[in-house]
T-cell receptor, first 115, second 113 residues
Framework: KAGVTQTPRYLIKTRGQQVTLSCSPISGHRSVSWYQQTPGQGLQFLFEYFSETQRNKGNFPGRFSGRQFSNSRSEMNVSTLELGDSALYLCASIPSITGYQETQYFGPGTRLLVL | AQKVTQAQTEISVVEKEDVTLDCVYETRDTTYYLFWYKQPPSGELVFLIR??????QNEISGRYSWNFQKSTSSFNFTITASQVVDSAVYFC??????????FGKGTSLLVTP
């Protein structure tokens, strides 16, 4: 099976711009979660989607949003970028709805640099 | 509240040494899952092991072994005869009903020849 695909892999934006990141989960997996990784805060949960519905959301401002499509692909959007949004954004593919019991399989991440 | 503590920020060993990475967790749930992930310099988190709260059997997979002790809320990871390719950041994580996957801060392991 192909793994989790994230595009783009690298991105440079300037403050105030917006960005959209994409994630394609493992074939057959129906749930996707997103994480932000920074040196200071570590790995922080952003949100989780199952069947196009957001099931859980982390403690991030409303500038961070996401969605999931009927083919399980997911996108996350960050509007009005700030310098502190520079991070590695990781997407995880989850087999089903049972959530906490499931192993999450991560993609290679998108490295976002905000100047 | 849930919390995962990896007290060792960085560890440096010489190849062929054994090394243990510590993980201590806090949760009020009786049912939960624990995980270990490896993050090489490329950035991708690689899944290593999953353990549920009712299974305290230790596990060995090649040079890797895990010691789960509910009495001390610990889930430690040992690499035997370390190799340079083991150099990475290792994360311990906890998941319980109604919560998102909660990661520790990670332990950076450097194995030198």
């Amino acid at each position: 099976k192909a793994g989790v695909t994230q595009t783009p892999r690298y991105l440079i934006k300037t403050r105030g711009q917006q960005v959209t990141l994409s994630c394609s989960p493992i074939s057959g997996h129906r749930s996707v979660s997103w994480y932000q990784q920074t040196p200071g805060q570590g790995l922080q949960f952003l949100f989780e989607y199952f069947s196009e519905t957001q099931r859980n959301k982390g403690n991030f401002p409303g500038r961070f949003s996401g969605r999931q499509f009927s083919n399980s692909r997911s996108e996350m959007n960050v509007s009005t970028l700030e310098l502190g949004d520079s991070a590695l954004y990781l997407c995880a593919s989850i087999p089903s709805i049972t959530g906490y019991q499931e192993t999450q399989y991560f993609g290679p991440g998108t490295r976002l640099l905000v100047l | 509240a849930q919390k995962v503590t990896q007290a060792q920020t960085e560890i440096s060993v010489v190849e062929k040494e054994d090394v243990t990475l510590d993980c201590v967790y806090e949760t009020r749930d009786t049912t939960y899952y624990l995980f270990w992930y490896k993050q090489p310099p490329s950035g991708e988190l690689v899944f290593l092991i999953r353990r549920n709260s009712f299974d305290e059997q230790n596990e060995i997979s090649g040079r890797y072994s895990w010691n789960f002790q509910k009495s001390t809320s610990s889930f430690n990871f040992t690499i035997t005869a370390s190799q340079v390719v083991d150099s990475a950041v290792y994360f311990c994580a906890l998941n319980a009903p109604g919560y998102a996957l909660n990661f520790g801060k990670g332990t950076s392991l450097l194995v030198t020849p």
